[in-house]
Nanobody, 116 residues
Framework: QVQLVESGGGLVQAGGSLRLSCAASGRIFRVNSMGWYRQAPGKQRELVASSPSGGTPNYAGSVKGRFTISRDNAKNAVYLQMNSLKFEDTAVYYC??????????WGQGTQVTVSS
């Protein structure tokens, strides 16, 4: 079993910054990718940023240039630095870990609220 614990969400004014953190523990093996998704009220969950192991991070077009994903493989952790936040970034953000290209695990979610 794998557990993901997220932190760093909160309330911020438009134009501000937040940094999300996610630490994975448990039976971690053959990490295929780590990433962040988000879900706004009434909308489907969407990919924000993904960091494939040994590959180049990819970003949703709406956050490219503003958000940066990074990993600490020694700690099985993934981070999301969010700058120039906009009202439309308001959502619950979920950490995701994919193991072996097969097993997906999710964090409990952390609320990010951007006031306009």
């Amino acid at each position: 079993q794998v557990q993901l614990v997220e932190s760093g969400g909160g309330l911020v004014q438009a134009g501000g910054s937040l940094r999300l953190s996610c630490a994975a523990s448990g039976r971690i093996f053959r990490v295929n990718s780590m990433g962040w998704y988000r879900q706004a009220p009434g909308k489907q969950r969407e990919l924000v940023a993904s960091s494939p192991s040994g590959g180049t991070p990819n970003y949703a077009g709406s956050v490219k240039g503003r958000f940066t994903i990074s990993r600490d493989n020694a700690k099985n952790a993934v981070y999301l630095q969010m700058n120039s936040l906009k009202f439309e970034d308001t959502a619950v953000y979920y950490c995701n870990v994919n193991l072996d290209g097969v097993y997906n695990y999710w964090g409990q979610g952390t609320q990010v609220t951007v006031s306009s």
